[in-house]
């Protein structure tokens, strides 16, 4: 079992993601779509920007999750194995969903640009905070919070991030007012942090609302696999997925809970996908059992090929298939036709590949054929150059199964005729 792990806001850093831009044409072109879609040079900010700059939340959120995005597509350009679960520390819940397929990498730019905007807006005085607290017990700091918090000045825990090691967030008196009191407890931390706000406290309410309504004007889907919940520890279930992701403003992030429900699963291996190793370092606390890794930068590779054993390498053949088919840039703005190249024929297959999922079955040839005419499909109707339909095609080609049904001459592949 495998689970893929997306970091949130405060793991930003100056370079972040450009070693993979500069080798891997796909975490490049990640890169361009943000710069497009977002209208700003991004990628700029990203790889040679001012850090001031970078942490401001309306730009923070979209670079966070841009990294992301292009760490996950050359991880599966590179290795392909499809995961079963997938979960990110806050905003990071936003790039697995994306990465998933349950909503388009252009959508979710603008809805985190939207909600880093609403966030930082929502408290503009700079009396919203929050404190990470080391060492503490859960309880004794859920009874200070509930003593010291009004509804003028509330502090609440707003991330459960592992066993002793939780966030604060609220009104600035009242943080800080929990935190004194936990210092006269013997072995107790307390870290403020470098937020510009009091996320996942009852100060995000008048954003969230807002934010409710802009998540409405979006088109969400289930998804290729479970993606947890922050708000519940659960995978999301798509009629829900609005509703979670307005209540995740206001409500703490359950990441302890999050990862135990992936060690339930019987998870063995997780790769954080984006900038530092923050989750990585949490999993240790959480969930030793479980092999954590990061790939962030191209460096990463090589740790990441290695966390898999051999019984773990056979990728699914249609998720891959399905992967390429995400992952492909779009050239054709014909709604009706990218509805009837790309969206029906991807829609279908990936029915298909939760029904074998779900009964443990292998594809048949004539369901592997059908995944690779999707893909002709989508390369078509996305106006894919033939140099880089090659390109993409490379993790099939390195597949024993694709020399029983289709011929690869002279390098090059030759769609099945079925």
């Known amino acids: ?57 309306e730009y923070t959120q979209p670079a966070v999750l841009t990294a992301s995005v ?43 640009r939207h909600r880093g905007q609403l966030m930082q807006e929502a408290v503009t005085n700079g009396l919203g905070v929050m404190t990470a607290i080391g060492q503490a017990d859960r309880k004794r700091v859920e009874e ?3 003593q010291i918090s009004t509804k003028e ?13 939780l966030v604060l967030s609220g009104h600035q008196e009242a943080v800080n007012e929990v935190a004194s009191e936990l210092l006269k407890i013997e072995g107790v931390t307390v870290n403020p942090l470098n937020v510009s706000s009091s996320f996942h406290s009852p100060m995000m309410e008048p ?59 019987h998870v063995k291996t997780a790769i954080e996908l984006g900038p530092k190793q923050v989750l990585q370092s949490l999993m240790k606390k959480n969930a030793s059992s479980i092999l954590t890794v990061s790939l962030g930068e191209t460096e990463d590779l090589p740790k990441v090929k290695g966390a898999f054993n051999r019984e773990d390498t056979e990728p699914s053949f249609i998720g891959k298939c399905l992967a390429i088919a995400a992952a492909t840039k779009n050239r054709n703005w014909d ?26 079955q292998e594809p048949t040839r004539e369901q592997m054929a059908e995944a690779l005419l999707m893909l002709r499909s989508v390369f078509e109707t996305k106006k894919v150059p033939h140099s880089e339909q090659q390109k993409r095609l490379k993790p099939l080609l390195r597949m024993p199964v694709v020399n029983e049904f289709a011929r690869i001459e002279r390098g090059e592949f030759t769609w099945p005729s079925f």
Not at 33 to 52: P, Q
Not at 78 to 97: N, Q, T, V
């Open 1 to 57: 079992m495998i689970a893929l792990l997306f970091p949130g806001q405060g793991s930003q850093y100056i370079g972040m993601g450009k070693s993979l831009a500069d080798k891997f044409p796909i975490a490049k072109r990640t890169f361009e779509e943000a710069d497009d879609v977002l209208k700003i040079r991004l990628s700029s900010l990203c790889f040679e920007g001012e850090l001031f700059q970078l942490t401001r939340t």
């Open 70 to 112: 292009a760490a996950y597509r050359v991880y599966m350009d590179e290795i392909g194995l499809k995961p079963d679960f997938a979960a990110g520390h806050s905003l990071g819940e936003f790039s697995a969903l994306t990465c998933s397929g349950a909503v388009s990498f252009a959508d979710t730019l603008q809805i985190v």
């Open 335 to 360: 709604n009706e036709a990218y509805v009837q190249g790309v969206i029906e024929p991807y829609q279908k297959v990936k029915q298909l590949s939760m029904q074998l999922d779900q009964t443990k």
């Open 207 to 265: 954003a969230a609302g807002q934010f409710k309504e802009i998540l409405a004007q979006y088109r969400f889907g289930s998804g290729d696999y479970p993606v947890i919940s922050n708000v519940t520890a659960l995978p999301h279930e798509p009629e829900h997925l609005i509703d979670l992701l307005t209540r995740q403003m206001t409500e703490p992030v359950r990441w302890q809970e999050s990862v135990e429900y992936l060690r339930l699963q």
């Open 144 to 146: 200070l919070c509930a």
């Open 153 to 165: 000045k509330p502090v609440v825990i707003g991330c459960y991030n592992a066993p002793e090691q």
